[in-house]
């Protein structure tokens, strides 16, 4: 059974940073490209960043480009999100999910895996 859980999110002030963590179980971590997802009321889910199996490319939604980092640490089958100079538009709740494609894909590849979200609130 494959388990996903992140962890991380609260309320936060605009210009500060919030470091998320997802961890996953029930499956091989290091098979998998990985990403964080985020989705605020009404509005339409959408990639904020994904890591390729190792680490060794990655792709950021162009709103998040030099402020959020993701990162992977295989042995641990955790998941980090980074995120400095946060603003107001960055509310949403946060996704963390595994691609079962196997392809990279960046973003748009198949999350077939997500867990519940971590909700993250900043206000301005």
């Known amino acids: 059974q494959v388990q996903v859980m992140e962890s991380g999110g609260g309320l936060v002030q605009a210009g500060g940073s919030l470091n998320l963590s997802c961890t996953v179980s029930g499956l091989t971590f290091d098979g998998y490209s990985m990403g964080w997802f985020r989705q605020a009321p009404g509005k339409e889910r959408e990639g904020v960043s994904c890591?390729?199996?190792?680490?060794?490319?990655?792709d950021y939604a162009d709103s998040v480009k030099g402020r959020f980092t993701i990162s992977r640490d295989n042995a641990k089958n955790t998941l980090y999100l980074q995120m400095n100079s946060l603003k107001a538009e960055d509310t949403a709740m946060y996704y963390c999910?595994?691609?079962?494609?196997?392809?990279?894909?960046?973003?748009?590849?198949?999350?077939?895996?997500w867990g519940q979200g971590t909700q993250v609130t900043v206000s301005s």
């Open positions: 890591i390729s199996w190792r680490g060794r490319m990655t």
């Open positions: 999910a595994a691609d079962r494609s196997r392809y990279w894909s960046a973003c748009a590849g198949d999350f077939g895996y």
